[in-house]
């Protein structure tokens, strides 16, 4: 089951992010970032992915409220989250909280991923087609925002939300520029020649 998935995946996210704040809390947090979020310290994040997969595949025909819900959980979980956080915005001075916080935000996120899922007719109509739109190129923003980050360090004299108005327009720019020249006709080519893999197979069978 997704849920026991995971639930194994925040245990062992608490213990890699424990272990890092015994070992190197006494690092400035740059370096100490690096150390604390490598992959086993995000698996709570990956395990509510991997939980909300394996949810949505089982229940492909959900009832009409069943969005609406997941709005009020994402309420519910994001105001939960951000009130832990918010008090305590240092984050790396607060051992608890560099520890079990992220756990939160993930729970939030699965909430936020979940509603958005369930609630597709909504991001298809205006006003929301440029939101629609960045989930098509979403993996390439993954990709190259760091690049775009540290192209905009480079740059002089720029005040911090210049730097960020910089770093969203040339991340979402190389990530359009990705998807339309690169991604998309790939996954074309691949579907031209038989590329779409095995059918899925039912829930019940997958559960056998």
């Given at each position: 089951p997704g849920w026991?998935?995971?639930?194994?995946?925040?245990?062992?996210?608490?213990?890699?992010?424990?272990?890092?704040?015994?070992?190197?809390?006494d690092l400035e947090p740059g370096r100490f970032f690096v150390r604390m979020m490598q992959l086993p310290g995000v698996l709570d994040e990956f395990g509510a992915g991997i939980f909300l997969a394996l949810l949505l595949d089982r229940r492909p025909n959900p009832r009409?409220?069943?969005g609406w819900a997941w709005v009020a959980g994402a309420v519910v979980t994001g105001t939960i989250?951000?009130?832990?956080?918010l008090p305590r915005a240092g984050y790396w001075d607060y051992p608890g909280i560099s520890i079990f916080w992220r756990t939160s935000l993930g729970a939030f996120f699965f909430c936020l991923v979940?509603?958005?899922?369930?609630?597709?007719?909504?991001?298809?109509?205006?006003?929301?087609r440029p939101v629609w739109y960045l989930g098509e190129v979403s993996y390439g923003i993954y990709l190259w925002h760091m690049f775009a980050v540290k192209l905009c360090l480079r740059?002089?004299?720029l005040t911090?939300?210049?730097?960020?108005?910089?770093?969203?327009?040339?991340?979402?720019l190389l990530a359009a520029t990705s998807w339309h020249f690169f991604e998309k006709p790939i996954l074309e080519f691949g579907r031209r020649f038989g590329g779409r893999g095995a059918p899925r197979r039912p829930a019940a069978e997958s559960v056998s």
């Open positions: 026991r998935i995971w639930l194994g995946c925040i245990l062992i996210a608490w213990l890699w992010r424990g272990l890092a704040v015994f070992f190197f809390g009409p409220l069943e989250c951000f009130g832990i956080y979940a509603a958005a899922v369930r609630l597709p007719q909504f991001a298809r109509k205006w006003p929301f740059i002089p004299e911090p939300l210049q730097g960020l108005g910089v770093t969203l327009a040339l991340t979402v």
